[in-house]
């Protein structure tokens, strides 16, 4: 049997440069008719999900523009039964990713949470869902990926508790500094007491930035890695509340544009975050497991109980603690629901009802992938209603979201079961001494769509090249294409065999993960081996 093998002649990829492509030929004629789905979860008024509307309760806008609703279904999904036969699980199975906020959520409030996770999972894991677990830091950590093993889920939740929590979370305000008379300081008039509680809001501003870009960076990683995936998307974020307000109001001064900055960072942050989850239609359910403290500070005769002085007008700005604001824009704007309750079990309950009874509408939208962002609003005709769903998306290729998807980390790329691809691996050296890997990438040929054309066999198949460090940050993303063209005795003879792929990368010293990616162009297929290297 011969087995045909293609090789990337005379080319060695560096870890620092990538392949630009530019466009090619498609190898058939299609009319690709693309549809925008919109998952929308409606409550009535005590927050019961209603389940009895029809199509034409509907109206779909993009960009405020109406658009004709060409597909809806309904998803309800039945309580898992303690006895009798398990029902059949649905073709696209909803997805639930839990991600464990380390920066905003203290270590004894995330042992109680996840205690209360996994008596969740006990109780309410079914054959309908995957679930996959990751902690938040510095970076995103995924623990295990998408599985229907119960016994995984609980081995990553326990792994998740030994995950350290960070303690840069921002304190609440200290009004101690608005009434301490050495900072006051009164006696000595030269001394600028307004300006050190500036001082102070503009540190603490900083830190806060610094936590929420931690958490926003883990956030959009897991809204590209799970992009591509099909079926209902929900992100389950267990944190502990992001303190939006970081100053005193009656000393703030618009001529600070040092504060001024930082507050609009940590804006465009949320509205970053809100734009990727929406672009890979998933919806952010929000659980706030840190017990509340007072909202609004003991009243201060000096200065006010919303941090104001004697003589100033009582109609100011309050000063009291906002951990909510945040956690809301971001349930609100996906279709996602906050939750405020210490109770974490009575929260993921509700949670597994609300994304098992929905709406699916879909529309197709008057144009093709441009790259912009498009807002989505949804309408029901019938009143009393609340209607939860994500208010926009980032109008991207499939071919663009799995690039993303492959640029992450390692710990959220892994081996691809449906389409089975190998790597072999060499390690020679360059004529400048240094290490040059050789690498032989393979899948079954049953894998590569070949069409007649002629007295030819053609097909055409992506290859993805992706490198990451000891850390797992990706130091280098290559995408090549590889044209097929056999006659038909060459075709007779590679049935059953193994397509394969050469190149060779030149890599400095060190310990790598490489992950290389086929993804047959015509059934858009897609395989991934992984494999671990020390040069």
Known sequence: MIVRTLLCAAVVVSASTAWPQSALAPLTASVEVKVINVDVTVTDGSGKAVSDLTKDDFEVLEDGQPQAIKNFSIAQRKMPQSDGPAAMPQPKRRKIIILIDNNYIESRERSITLDALDRFIDDRFDADSEWSLATMGASLDVVQVLTADKAAIHAAVAKARRSGTVSLRTDALDREILSDPFRRAEQHPGYDYDETVRFQARERTSRHARVLANTARGLVDAARAYSAVDGKKVIVLLTGGMEMNTSFAAYDTDRDREMQDRRIAIANLLEQIVREVNGGNMAIYVVNVKPPDMAAPQHDVENQGWGGRVGASSTGASDASDVNSAAFTLAASTGGQYFTSTVTRQSLDAIDTLTGNYYSLGYSPPHREDGKYHSITVRLKKPNLSAAYRRGYLDVSPV????????????????????????????????????????MAAMPWQNVTLLRTGEQYKGRVHVYLAIFDKSGQNVGFHHRVQDVA???????????????????????????????????DLSREVGTGVQKLRL
């Not at 663009?400 to 390690?427: A, K, M, W």
């Not at 038909?488 to 790598?512: D, H, I, K």
Request: charged share 20%; aromatic share 8%.
């Open 486 to 520: 056999l006659s038909p005795s060459e075709y007779s003879q590679v049935l059953g065999g193994t397509f394969r792929y050469r190149m060779a990368v030149r890599l400095a010293a060190g310990e790598f993960t490489i992950g290389v990616t086929m993804r047959d």
């Open 400 to 439: 663009e979201q799995l690039e993303q998807y492959l640029r992450l980390r390692f710990s959220i790329l892994q081996p691809s079961t449906s389409v089975p691809v190998t790597i072999d691996s060499q390690s020679t050296s360059g004529a400048d001494g240094k290490p040059v890997v050789q690498l």
